[in-house]
């Protein structure tokens, strides 16, 4: 219950009491804290001066949906909690069986439905919404109805739900609403998150050039006889160092980069290894996602070669990514050139898509794969990542986080140049 | 892609690279242990001899479904990872953008659709099983199609979806196989995971028997000055101590425990507040829900009656738990030893529902909350937590997990007895 909001929870991701279902989780009782310097000082303040979400720009982005909402002749948008709630209003809420519901009308402010028993937590997060609230004995989606009434939707209007909601939530409302009036609202929201704003971009800019520039620091320090999980430890300080949270880092040494089945070594970095390292963190909730992969002392000419293929893959890439061009073809463009130099054809050795669209989440639309016809528009971002995977020897990628611009593209940061410059000159 | 399994990843958690957006995430970065005693030593061992989940087991769950797809019509069940995935396969995988779905058909062994480039991970963590693959520029939904054809079910076959699983599965699923054969998959997933077997009462019953053993230990050690935080990681090391994993505490001090708007504060345990400590942890998997309400000195005259209030309410519910009882009138039988005593109706005071199921999941079916007419059965497992809550003073509530035998009803672990004996005899 609401009592929550002023007490103190520990632990619980995905475990919560019946009365704490949607409280978030607080961070882990305190551990002892190495005092010890990282050696990465010189990288703070990286971050500084980037401005968190504000209530201005969260307006924007409802404006904007209700504008998708009118074009797409839909009365109503309904987004549960989770990352697309987030987007449009930043509070944190865990999904539970007991649903939290915003219902954005066509024209009008929001109205959120929830657990009556949460009110006084639901209104300290929200702020001054109007809540409708439900009992345990009553239906979450019989209170959308009548929230729909209130804010003058006609009884006959099409509200569109977040794909990303789960399935019993879609059958509350179509049960509640109509089967007729319940479609699916996967192009509103992606029409609101795919396209970012300046102070979007200003965020996803800082935090995947704050990647590299601690990746970079880091890989100084990387040695032969270092094993995987000491290097992922330098690189996610270089990056907390920098100002960055929620850090992620996946290191690989050697054949590891490749396919390997069963194998959970930790390996210590050899001469003669390529070191593959794809990692990020989140500034003010944006997400930056950076591959670089390099070499230990001298590496067989067949690794060179892969290298040199997937940065040309990857510059083939980025000459195809401007506004108008469908994201197929951008995939195309890297996945020829992986092709043509003699790596196999389609998902032969570049198993995987070409990229995905990023913003507060890693992976979002629109996403870089054969077959996505979607077109690129200003204000996109997305990884350019492509790679070459030879089972049991190694895995070669390079990953850049990029926007398209009003006539072409931003690369966030410094490319890879080659395989003695990774991280740019 | 499939290099993760062999490799290291660091944090991770809503965030992954695009390369490995199914990969489970690891502990973070060893951070200093504190090598102090807890002082906990003598809870070592209380969950020894408790067995995880074997194949056995899984195929047992398995045929359960089976017999529920016949006994109903439908054709299978698709599953998306998740925690109802988890109860018929124990492999860890993140939801993302990229669905894996097992598709159980009603003969006959279950079969998954998962990405290709994901294909040595999930071959390793999944078995020898069947694996239909997608490439990225395929739809994973015609390959469910086609699973179903090679399965040898017929087109006009309807196949039960989990619930669970989000909407733009439930969309993908309806385009490629046919409107009409989509329908919700509860009553064959809450069929199987509803009610427990003998084994996974063994785990629940002993992990709940643990948490109750850890905080009573860890009340022993609460004194006035101490802050709900400060308690929380002694009931965390007590917990820990006893064998459980996946350990949350909620502590909340005097008036915290009501209905506090806005405070954010880590109260000081003062005389005459009621101390509140719902906790719970994992073994094997299965979940410990634990909630204690008692007094630090003399309270008041107005709590101790509170106490005793709730106490009764939780006896009355318990006198009504036993096969064949409706889920609303075990909640009844709670809400009106409350509102009797002058705490109002409804959930004026007692704001919430009785209880929940418990299992995998700290919240699952079935639920004990007014207008719920489904009938308890033996072998399911639930919460029984009435509460009361005088907004700005004080919160009292009493839990227990209880499991419905074949005439009656289980406690797991001592009850609370009175205000002074709040941890049973």
Redesign the interface.
């Known amino acids: ?21 949607t ?1 978030v ?1 607080q961070p882990a ?1 305190a ?4 005092v010890a310097t990282t050696g990465f000082e010189q990288l703070q303040g990286f971050c500084d001066g980037i401005e968190p979400v504000g209530e201005r720009e969260l307006e924007a982005r409802r404006e904007r949906a209700r504008k998708l909402l009118v074009d797409t002749k839909l009365a109503a948008l309904v987004v549960e909690a989770g ?1 697309t709630h987030g987007y449009f209003a930043p509070t944190p809420w865990r999904r ?2 007991r649903p939290l519901l915003m219902v954005l009308p066509a024209r009008g402010a929001p109205v959120w439905v929830g657990p ?2 949460e009110q ?1 937590r639901l ?2 997060r929200l702020g001054e919404v109007e809540l409708f609230t439900w ?4 239906s979450p989606y019989t209170r959308v109805a009548q929230a729909l009434r209130k804010l003058n939707v006609a009884t006959s209007g099409r509200v569109a ?11 509350g409302l179509r049960n509640a609403l109509g089967k007729a009036r319940v479609v ?1 609202g ?1 192009e509103v929201v992606d029409g609101c998150r795919m396209v970012k704003s300046p102070t979007e971009l200003a965020r996803l800019r800082r935090a995947n050039e704050a990647t590299k520039a601690a990746l970079r620091a880091a890989a100084a320090r990387l040695e032969p006889g270092m ?3 000491e290097f ?2 330098l690189v ?1 300080q270089a990056q907390r160092e920098a100002g960055l949270q ?7 040494f050697g054949p ?11 390996r210590q970095l050899r001469e003669g290894d390529l070191v593959l390292v ?5 500034l003010h909730g944006y ?1 930056s ?1 950076i ?1 670089r992969t390099w070499a230990c002392g001298k590496v067989d000419d067949s690794l060179r070669r892969a290298w040199d293929t997937v940065l040309q893959a990857q510059s083939a890439a980025l000459t195809q990514i401007r506004p108008g061009v469908a994201c197929a073809d951008v995939d195309k463009a890297a996945r020829t050139v992986i092709s043509e130099a003699g790596y196999g054809a ?2 032969t050795r570049f ?3 070409l ?2 669209g990023i913003g507060l ?4 639309a629109p ?1 870089l ?3 996505n016809p979607r077109v690129l528009q200003p204000g996109m971002t997305m ?1 350019n ?1 492509p ?1 070459i ?1 030879e089972q049991g020897r190694y ?1 070669v ?1 390079i ?1 850049d986080i990029v926007a398209v611009t009003d006539s072409g593209v931003e690369v966030f940061g410094p490319r890879a140049l080659s395989l003695e410059q990774p991280f740019g000159a």
Chains 1, 2 share one sequence.
């Open positions: 219950m609401s009592a929550l909001a002023g007490a103190w929870l520990s632990g619980c991701a995905n475990t919560c009491p019946d009365s704490t279902a409280v989780p009782p551990s002892p804290q190495p990352p539970s069986e009556a028993f006084g209104n300290e009992e345990e004995d009553v739900v977040d794909p990303d909601a789960r399935g019993f939530i879609f059958a699916m996967g094993r995987e999980d992922a430890e996610g929620d850090i992620w880092s996946l290191v690989l590891n980069a490749s396919f390997p089945h069963g194998t959970h070594e930790r794809d990692t990020g963190g989140s997400r996602d591959t389609g998902f198993t995987h898509r990229g995905h989440q890693v992976h979002e996403y794969r054969p077959n990884s990542e790679g995977y895995g990628r990953e």
